[in-house]
């Protein structure tokens, strides 16, 4: 059992403003948790840039390779076909299949990357330092009990309407 | 940033963002009414009805249907079509309009987006037992087998359609997920803790806390999704038309069909959307978010694509004239004057002439008006995909097969049983899941309503007769604010 610092903001402004201090004093936030996407957090906050996208773009280029060596291999070279006289190597009619399964790999991967990089999966315990961080309040947490005087301070003065000592 | 409220915001009712939660919420959590359960009874009824119709044409054959030899494709494909087009709207909705920032949206997504899902699944029904013998559904799949091994047919439409339906399902799926964990987790956190819904809630929520990271993440796999989505969503009705397009049947064998599907899908979508819509927000009373500008701009949309499938239907017919050909110029002469002259006039008088009556604001924004419409637009389109099918195929190349089709009983139960699933689901979704997306509807309250800038929609509406007010630059645009 970890405890907490909790602090307990109504407005994603305020809340800006009160990450921003925290980073001016060098006081480590340990998570903040908002009930819907804050812009500009990510930047207060310093967090690097999401690579999903990047790992995205690999799992599509894998599902592109997979598509047309699935193809060409069962088409052309296991068992070609002649139908009409025509290619067996029909390039255009792989082109569906082909999209198809990139966007399939991608979409698919990039989900489940998403639910393994933010530890989600069904049944796990959520820890919710207060239930109203899923409402209408963000919440600030501390870790470190050596911060939390300072912490107190800056929590009033930014204009925290609530703080609490959360154990999780 | 100018604080000069242009249009009206996106959500009404000067919402907090706990009323948010609440409205979204506290129907899931409180006990359904009686109406919700006979009506879920009455569409279950419905469905089990066409489950049956389903199992005694496995169990007897597709003799008891009204095929015949020229024939071969009638209801069952045409609902197939149909279905398939209806689950278009919910991801040009959540995908397209939010790669083009058009936030309205935000207030229809979820729902759409469900009904996409719902759509895809009663689409998939029909191919499956239109096949007879459903059991060798794996034949479909490129796997190792025993006859060679012989592979799937790659050139073939109907190879690339079993591809091009299970991704866009897949997709559409964790799409709608992906925006659903965070709503379930506001859910879970009102529900009673050690209550049934908490649990039910938390295994379904994947344990979300709404972390700054766990949203930086979420940005940015909807926006890859949605990106993914759009070109996805266009692919797959223009597959859908290679079915047709790439035979030889005069008719079908047109290179307009992958634009002119794609269009009618978005067209039927719409139409089905504003149809569930209309009835959601007035019954989950939430008028305060899918509000009249929603069903005016909607409504605006099934206008574009209702020309644009109109548009379709004469370009069809000046081709066939065009291009000299006498078998081409028959079926369309056919489609207008022959034997199923009524159901080709009862497609155009749906999907075109009816939906005229959008270009009047009054008509746009006239709730059970633009309900009525929408039911048109869906009848339209079903005749859509019937004179396409039937019309094309009932007098072929031999005079001597010309044949007429006319469903048999079992056909149009398994297409009322088609409805009663789609609505079951849907009734099941606006029961027990979020119908609005609640964190995303949060983000935009702040720059959509006025009431966080400090001027009331009101006041402004007062003031609207007098000269415009000057903008007012935010502190941190304006080049002479004193700097910090």
């Not at chain 1, 076909?81 to 990139?102: A, M, Q, R, V």
């Not at chain 2, 389903?54 to 003799?63: K, N, R």
């Not at chain 2, 099918?389 to 139960?413: C, G, K």
Request: aromatic share 16%; with cysteine.
């Amino acid at each position: 059992m970890a405890k907490y610092l909790v602090g307990l903001y109504n407005d994603e402004e305020k809340l800006l403003a009160a990450v921003t201090a925290f980073q001016q004093e060098r006081i480590p936030i340990h998570e903040v948790c908002t009930p819907f996407p804050v812009h500009g957090l990510d930047q207060a906050l310093g967090l690097r840039k999401s690579r999903l996208p990047d790992a995205a773009f690999v799992y599509g280029a894998l599902g592109t390779l997979t598509a047309l060596s699935m193809q060409i291999y069962m088409y052309t070279i296991d068992w070609p076909t002649n139908i009409g006289g025509k290619s067996s190597l029909p390039f255009p009619s792989f082109i569906p299949i082909t999209f198809e399964l990139t966007v399939l790999f991608a979409g698919v991967l990039m989900f489940l990357s998403y639910l393994y990089v933010n530890r989600l999966y069904p049944g796990r315990r959520a820890r919710v330092y207060d239930r109203r961080q899923t409402d209408d309040s963000m919440v600030i947490a501390i870790a470190d009990e050596r911060d939390w005087e300072a912490a107190k301070r800056l929590f009033q003065k930014t204009g925290a309407f609530e703080m609490k000592i959360v154990e999780l | 940033m100018f604080e000069s409220p242009i249009r009206e915001p996106l959500i009404l009712g000067r919402k907090t963002y706990q009323q948010i939660t609440t409205d979204l919420a506290s129907p899931i959590l409180s006990p359904a009414s009686w109406k919700w359960y006979v009506t879920t009874a009455f569409t279950a009824m419905l469905m089990f009805a066409g489950f049956a119709a389903i199992g005694y044409t496995i169990w007897v054959g597709i003799g008891t249907w009204g095929l015949n030899k020229t024939v071969g494709w009638a209801f069952d494909i045409t609902n197939f079509v149909f279905w398939i087009g209806i689950g278009h709207a919910g991801t040009l909705i959540s995908a397209i309009l939010l790669l083009f920032r058009q936030r309205w949206r935000m207030a229809i997504n979820r729902a759409a987006e469900a009904m996409t899902i719902f759509a895809v699944i009663c689409a998939g029904l029909f191919p499956i037992i239109h096949m007879g013998r459903p059991w060798l559904l794996f034949w479909f799949l490129p796997i190792p087998n025993t006859h060679g091994p012989l592979w799937v047919n790659f050139n073939s439409p109907l190879l690339w359609d079993v591809f091009a339906i299970s991704t866009y399902f897949t997709i559409s799926l964790l799409f709608w997920y992906t925006g659903l964990i965070p709503d379930l987790a506001m859910v879970r956190d009102r529900a009673k803790p050690g209550s049934f819904a908490y649990y039910a809630y938390s295994i379904l929520s994947f344990g979300w806390t709404g972390s700054a990271k766990q949203w930086q993440r979420f940005e940015a796999v909807s926006l890859v999704l949605a990106g993914l989505s759009t070109p996805l969503v266009l692919s797959v009705h223009s597959i859908v038309s290679f079915d047709f397009a790439t035979s030889i049947l005069p008719g079908w064998h047109t290179t307009i069909f992958p634009p002119y599907f794609v269009a009618g899908a978005i067209f039927s979508g719409f139409g089905m959307v504003l149809t569930l819509m209309i009835i959601t927000r007035e019954v989950l009373n939430l008028k305060d978010y899918i509000t009249i500008e929603h069903i005016d701009a909607m409504a605006k949309v099934t206008l574009a694509t209702g020309m644009m499938v109109g548009f379709a239907y004469a370009t069809e017919f000046f081709i066939a004239w065009y291009s000299g050909s006498y078998w081409e110029r028959y079926i369309f002469l056919n489609r207008a004057f022959g034997p199923y002259w009524w159901s080709y006039w009862a497609m155009v008088s749906c999907n075109l002439l009816i939906p005229q009556v959008f270009w009047f604001k009054k008509l746009r924004r006239s709730p059970w008006f633009v309900f009525i419409i929408s039911i048109f637009v869906n009848i339209g389109m079903w005749f859509e995909r019937f004179v396409i099918i039937v019309t094309s195929l009932h007098r072929d190349f031999l005079a001597s097969s010309w044949r007429m089709y006319a469903p048999t009983w079992v056909e149009v139960t398994i297409l009322v049983g088609s409805f009663g699933l789609f609505l079951t689901l849907y009734l099941l979704f606006a029961r027990y899941l979020p119908v609005i997306a609640a964190a995303e509807t949060k983000s935009i309250l702040k720059t959509s309503g006025d009431q966080y800038a400090g001027i009331s929609w009101e006041a402004y509406r007062a003031r609207k007769q007098q000269p415009a007010p000057s903008p007012v630059l935010h502190p941190a645009m304006d080049p002479d604010a004193p700097h910090s």
